[in-house]
């Protein structure tokens, strides 16, 4: 159950944008819950500048099967251009927190 689990990392550009994307994605079924870090600074190059910006970091959980899904519902709802989305395979964990996740998206 592991090898299909993901941590999706993903940061917005406020909280009020993040809770509704991340709610939207969990009422969607797309991941089973989103972390919200709200304060963090974020120091990155964008079109030949070096930005600083506050942002709020997410943690989402999902599963292969769903990423795509994510991925493309994800640019839809978000204000960025570019949206961060790295997703991370899940080499292992609790069985029954993983398969929360998968009852959770209906996997």
Not at 10 to 22: N, Q, S
Not at 64 to 83: A, D, F, K, N
Request: aromatic share 8%.
């Amino acid at each position: 159950m592991a090898e299909e689990a993901l941590v999706v990392f993903a940061t917005f550009p406020d909280l009020d944008t993040a809770r509704r994307i991340v709610r939207t994605l969990v009422e969607e079924r797309l991941i089973a819950c989103g972390n919200l870090v709200p304060g963090v600074e974020s120091i990155y190059r964008w079109k030949g500048a070096i930005e600083t910006s506050g942002e709020v970091f997410a943690v989402l959980k999902t599963e292969i099967g769903r990423y795509q899904m994510l991925e493309v519902r994800l640019r839809e709802l978000h204000p960025y251009e570019v949206p961060e989305c790295i997703a991370l395979r899940v080499a292992d964990g609790l069985p029954d927190y993983l398969r929360w996740i998968a009852e959770s998206i209906g996997a």
